[in-house]
């Protein structure tokens, strides 16, 4: 029977699983995988919703209302963190992280499946959902209490693969809300905000302010900077605005790295790191190799009167 009804649709993922197949191997980390996944799906049926597929390493859940999927998203999050604590007591180091992503609107229920715009919103906002966040939709922010509305953060409007309009976004937990910036470098503060990023691809110079973010770079033409080369992801990787300085995640499959002034290149494959003075981001490939797509960056700060050359 066909139903059509308003519903809060939900995707979980879990990050970090490629890496457990190459410590653990195949047979205990699928054990592991499958053991996480299963875990999450008492905070679904908790809140009233109910899980509609699992999707290798996450699920898709639906459920009547935003709040009980937020509410549902929470636990989860809560689930998977002592499920990593309880592995690192016993010697198991695990770099599991859970990302997800709500979207609200008319679903279309089928045969146990559902389909319709917020289906496949809350399927792609997923992509941009950094570690430990949630990511959702006004629609959802609409439906949530006076209290837990200000636990999100907006994160202004983000362009999603395949859709023209682009969709207003709130964000929950992980390291863009906040206050202190990290970096596999340690703690940095710097003691002026920059205030702009430039980014410069073949003879593509764009500037982008802090209240800009986020950017997406991308194949896609949708994307806000777009790098037309075909080891570069539709949507490969985003800057962020966090903790006072500019931050780049990794969204793709073949990864992104980065180059700074003193040469040292960082390796990001589905992880993030702060940008700091000018160097290089490739795409797809390394920037030592000269054929990788490789955006040049600085970072620029207020009052700065020349800026700086481009690495």
């Given amino acids: 029977m066909t139903q059509i009804s308003d519903r809060s649709i939900l995707f979980a993922d879990l990050r970090g699983s490629t890496g457990l197949f190459e410590t653990l191997g195949n047979a205990e980390a699928t054990s592991l995988v499958t053991h996480c996944v299963s875990a999450l799906g008492p905070s679904v049926e908790g809140n009233g919703g109910h899980v509609v597929k699992t999707l290798g390493d996450g699920l898709m859940a639906v459920f009547p209302t935003p709040a009980q999927a937020v509410q549902s998203a929470m636990q989860m999050h809560d689930v998977l963190a002592g499920i990593v604590a309880r592995g690192s007591k016993q010697g198991a180091s695990s770099t599991l992280r859970l990302q997800v992503a709500v979207s609200r609107g008319e679903v279309v229920e089928l045969e146990g499946d559902c389909f319709g715009d917020a289906v496949n919103v809350a399927a792609r906002l997923l992509d941009h959902a950094d570690d430990s966040e949630t990511l959702v939709t006004a629609p959802v922010l609409k439906g949530l209490s006076r ?68 950017v997406v770079l991308g194949r896609s033409p949708q994307a806000h900077y777009c790098v037309d080369d075909s080891r570069v992801s539709r949507s490969h990787a985003r800057l962020d605005w966090h903790g006072g300085s500019f931050q780049l995640s990794d969204l793709s499959y073949n990864g992104t790295y980065v180059r700074f002034a003193d040469g040292e290149i960082v390796s990001l494959r589905r992880g993030s790191c702060l940008l700091h003075g000018n160097g290089a981001i490739g795409l797809g490939g390394s920037p030592a190799d000269p054929t990788s797509a490789c955006v040049r960056f600085e970072v620029l700060r207020y009052g700065d009167s020349q800026s700086m050359p481009l690495a």
Avoid: C, Y
């Fill in 147 to 214: 209290a837990m509305k200000p636990k999100f953060r907006r994160l202004d409007q983000m362009v999603l693969r395949g859709r023209v309009e682009p969709v207003e976004v709130f964000v929950h937990g992980g390291r863009r809300s906040s206050d202190t910036a990290a970096t596999q470098f340690g703690d940095m503060a710097p003691a002026v905000e920059p205030d702009a990023i430039r980014l410069d691809w073949l003879d593509r110079n764009q500037l982008f302010a802090s209240r800009q973010m986020p």
